[in-house]
């Protein structure tokens, strides 16, 4: 046998160690990217509905997250919903599928504006305001395709929604 094909079949039988197949990269950002959009939704609302009630930055943030996770699950449910999934099946689906991804999203982003000097204290009317938010998302995706990947390679997150459709 030569290297080659030595080398193929070790890759052939890691990817298909316990049952799962390797995640490709375009399967990860996908997945990713249908996470963020999710959590962008309900993390801009709470900015801006924190924001306009003139709430202090902590209760903001929480209705932040917490409807970033609202927006996040909602997207994975309705699609598997569409996919004819029942209602109690459906949320164990997307809370198996998007729980860890929107989590570290979620640490990442908020982490990069509470760390942004001045971010927190802006308005929304301020660059300040939407280029930490943004920024914060961008950094966010970068660091949660491989954590996708990692999982869906593992019949884990984003894998859980796939099986359904």
């Given at each position: 046998m030569d290297q080659s094909a030595r080398h193929a079949g070790t890759m052939h039988d890691h990817a298909d160690h316990d049952g799962h197949t390797g995640a490709t990269w375009?399967?990860?950002?996908?997945?990713t990217l249908h996470c963020l959009t999710?959590?962008?939704i309900g993390e801009i609302l709470g900015m801006v509905v924190g924001?306009?009630?003139?709430?202090?930055?902590?209760?903001?943030?929480?209705?932040?997250?917490?409807l970033a996770f609202l927006f996040g699950y909602s997207?994975?449910?309705f699609a598997v919903r569409r996919a004819g999934l029942d209602f109690r099946t459906a949320?164990?689906?997307?809370?198996?599928?998007?729980?860890?991804?929107?989590?570290?999203?979620e640490i990442v982003d908020n982490g990069i504006?509470?760390?942004?000097?001045?971010?927190?204290?802006?308005?929304?009317?301020?660059?300040?305001?939407w280029s930490a938010l943004l920024g914060g998302f961008a950094v966010a995706f970068v660091i949660t395709t491989p954590v996708n990947k990692w999982m869906i390679?593992?019949?884990k997150g984003h894998a859980v929604v796939h099986a359904h459709h």
């Open positions: 375009g399967t990860a950002v996908k997945a999710g959590c962008a924001t306009a009630l003139g709430w202090g930055n902590v209760p903001t943030m929480i209705l932040a997250i917490a997207f994975t449910l949320i164990k689906v997307a809370l198996a599928a998007d729980s860890v991804s929107i989590a570290v999203m504006v509470a760390l942004t000097p001045g971010a927190m204290d802006a308005q929304l009317s301020d660059g300040l305001f390679g593992r019949g």
